[in-house]
């Protein structure tokens, strides 16, 4: 009867998605198979009149900002902004962009990293007989062909394996990633196919075992976003686009036209870095700033309504051993109907998203419910052999989706991310909603609109398709190589060097300085666990780069993978900003503070330190242990570790460790930050580590090995006496 019930789910299942195939085929000619368009010659001219010289600097921007009159200025420096402006500049039109915080600073570095037309929509599309759902992931795996092209540094196709634990579910997930490769058409990037349960197994072997039936494979585009959104801004600017971060639009001007009607004629901006206010002259303004659409709008006019719905998303990022290296998951179907992606990412594990309803804010934060939701599903489908830890968690951060508003919608969930264009009746050109992998497309048709609304002339159509982004032309897959052989940069730092900035890799090598070593000759780590340079926040300063968390969040990415290795560095990515720009120490400290709030808050920093506040549930044994751990540190019997004691102990068992070390240590355990570690401190660690809420303790490890040395040593285990 079991059987019977489950081939008759096969049966339906597979009947729908094969009708609604065959109606999108028929009601839609784009579902068949196409040869895509090649990008106008005009590309490849527009490709050859990129600098290679030096940016201007942002002072020269600022400057240029105030003195020309533009045809398009964009308002926002995310994924969409800098597209509109790469669009514009490039058919000829004089571009202005500014953006209120940095480029990328948005939902534009905090996606999932994935460039891919949607599974989910395609089913929502197929089940709903919904061509609008179709179209948009149509255009979606259209753009995302063109992304991997255009950016081969940053993007590349990323195998993503759906495991199946029914054995009804495997024809149904089946037909339905086919049919993903079916509408991809030429724009494939790989074929799907399954997997046995052993197969499955081994690709990735932290899988839960018990009950899989086998897998699917299949295969979509994957990123770093903000290196990519700041890739489209520079490449924006060497065709002559005037951008400006860290400026914030404050109000719009008009005038008005030769009927007497008020039109937009520009923007008041105020640098937030300097407090200098100035004005942009510009034909048309485009709106272009994601979640702050309903801002900007109500700026043009105060009775506008909202057409924006922000949603929020949590993402984690975990240790690399966590996946396999070239093997995402997704969870097609989490507790609450949602759906999770698992992902390596940067040489570490990533995984999310949440999906709520929120508010606006500059400081989007992860709660810790949400991170606790992230690894319950994870523990759904790892084997109980992996203990997936709260402390183990190394970021996390939370992004706001700029959804557009659906009156009938229920939830967020419901919300597609299609896009809209809306033009007030002052010819304020509003882009909203779309996700990341559209951005280009978007963008081409913003443009369109700029031209017919504000009568503008262009020198040519839109020539962004196939148009390379800065650091592509002289890229391939063996650039590391030449790197490592001619600068003596080490293999990991050269490898993400030339994945990060292409061909411009050697102008942040020639900024490396000798290491002291045999090898590698050259390129100092900012910190020994992550492959980050010096030399790359000298280059980061000549990229726009202008406060610290600039450096660690989007020209890095130490915020994103681990918020402990982003702190440690702080000081030393702040001395040498400090050099480049001439900063005050009250600058410096000012700047510290700041990025220490900004981990604290918007990379769950906070959360980890109090997830470590879990109750003391110990047996009288385990407690007896742990007194004897903490007063073989203590060992003049005071009630409390100092630096001294720790100091005194690795010099007893022989280990060389720096000062810095030392209070990194014991401020690992000192909640009260009174440079003391009490009992009571100590036995809320080792209650931590025990729940996994901590994962790893270099003082406990002390404590634990302190107790070993002063232990008298056994005559008999000795091999002495006689």
């Not at 001619?486 to 061909?503: C, I, N, P, R, W």
Request: proline share 4%; hydrophobic share 40%; aromatic share 8%.
């Amino acid at each position: 009867m079991r059987f019977r019930g489950a081939f008759r789910k096969v049966v339906v299942v597979t009947s729908v998605i094969a009708g609604g195939t065959c109606f999108a085929y028929w009601a839609y000619p784009g579902f068949r198979f196409q040869k895509q368009k090649q990008s106008p010659v005009l590309a490849v001219e527009s490709r050859l009149k990129l600098s290679q010289g030096p940016l201007p600097t942002r002072a020269q921007q600022l400057k240029d900002l105030q003195d020309k009159e533009f045809d398009v200025l964009v308002i926002g420096g995310g994924a969409t902004g800098c597209g509109v402006a790469l669009d514009a500049v490039s058919r000829g039109l004089k571009t202005a962009l500014v953006e209120k915080f940095d480029f990328a600073s948005g939902t534009s570095s905090r996606s999932t990293k994935l460039i891919h037309g949607g599974v989910r929509y395609l089913q929502k599309a197929i089940f709903n007989l919904d061509i609008e759902q179709y179209r948009m992931v149509k255009e979606a795996l259209a753009e995302r062909g063109n992304l991997i092209q255009i950016a081969p540094h940053l993007a590349h196709p990323l195998p993503i394996m759906l495991p199946v634990y029914k054995w009804w579910q495997l024809p149904y997930y089946y037909i339905g990633i086919k049919c993903y490769d079916l509408v991809a058409g030429t724009q494939l990037l790989k074929s799907s196919y399954i997997l046995s349960k052993s197969k499955a197994l081994e690709l990735f072997p932290m899988l839960k075992r018990d009950k899989l039936v086998g897998a699917l494979v299949y295969y979509d585009g994957q990123h770093d976003d903000a290196r990519m959104c700041l890739a489209i801004a520079l490449t924006a600017t060497r065709l002559g686009a005037s951008i400006a971060n860290h400026s914030e639009v404050i109000s719009l001007t008009k005038h008005p036209d030769k009927d007497g009607h008020q039109v937009l004629s520009g923007a008041k901006v105020k640098d937030r870095l300097t407090g200098q206010e100035f004005y942009i002259r510009s034909k048309c303004v485009v709106n272009a700033t994601g979640p702050y659409t309903d801002n900007i709008r109500q700026l043009d006019d105060p009775k506008s309504t909202k057409i924006c719905q922000p949603s929020s998303g949590v993402h984690i990022v975990l240790p690399d051993y966590y996946s396999p290296a070239n093997m995402g998951l997704l969870d097609p179907s989490t507790s609450d109907g949602r759906v999770i992606f698992f992902l390596p990412w940067e040489h570490a594990t990533m995984a999310g998203t949440t999906d709520h309803s929120c508010e606006v804010t500059d400081d989007p934060m992860p709660s810790e419910a949400e991170i606790q939701f992230i690894l319950k599903e994870i523990r759904n489908y790892l084997s109980p052999d992996v203990n997936v830890r709260r402390g183990d968690v190394l970021s996390a951060w939370s992004g706001i989706r700029p959804l557009v508003t659906n009156p009938n919608a229920k939830d967020t969930q419901s919300i597609a991310r299609n896009h809209i264009i809306d033009v007030s009746d002052s010819n304020l050109v509003t882009i909203a909603g779309g996700k990341w992998t559209t951005y280009r497309h978007m963008a081409e048709e913003t443009v369109d609109k700029c031209v017919e609304v504000c009568r503008l002339n262009p020198m040519s159509g839109c020539l962004t398709k196939g148009l390379l982004l800065d650091g592509a032309y002289e890229w391939s897959p063996t650039l590391f190589i030449r790197l490592i052989q001619d600068f003596g940069l080490d293999h990991e730092v050269a490898k993400h060097l030339a994945s990060t900035y292409g061909d411009r890799a050697f102008k942040v090598a020639r900024l490396a300085q000798l290491t002291g070593k045999r090898w590698p000759v050259v390129g100092r780590r900012l910190h020994e666990d992550c492959p980050y340079i010096e030399a790359e926040v000298v280059y980061a300063v000549r990229e726009y780069a202008a406060t610290a968390i600039d450096v660690i969040a989007r020209r890095t990415r130490l915020a994103f993978l681990n918020v402990n290795a982003a702190e440690e560095a702080l000081p030393r990515i702040i001395e040498i900003m400090s050099r480049e720009l001439n900063w005050s120490k009250a600058r410096e400290k000012e700047e510290l503070d700041r990025a220490t709030r900004f981990l604290n808050l918007e990379m769950g920093m906070n959360l980890k330190d109090e997830s470590k506040n879990i109750p003391i549930n110990f047996t009288k044994d385990e407690i007896n242990v742990y007194i004897k751990r903490f007063r073989a540190l203590d060992t003049d019997n005071k009630g409390f570790i100092t630096i001294a004691d720790l100091r005194a102990y690795f010099k007893k068992s022989g280990e060389k460790v720096g000062e810095d070390q030392l209070h990194e240590i014991l401020s690992e355990v000192d909640l009260n930050k009174n440079a003391q570690v009490d009992m009571g401190e100590f036995l809320q660690l080792m209650s931590a580590l025990k729940t996994g809420a901590v994962s790893t303790s270099r003082f406990a490890k002390a404590a634990e090995l302190s107790e070993e040395i002063i232990k008298p040593i056994s005559i008999t285990r000795s091999g002495g006496g006689v």
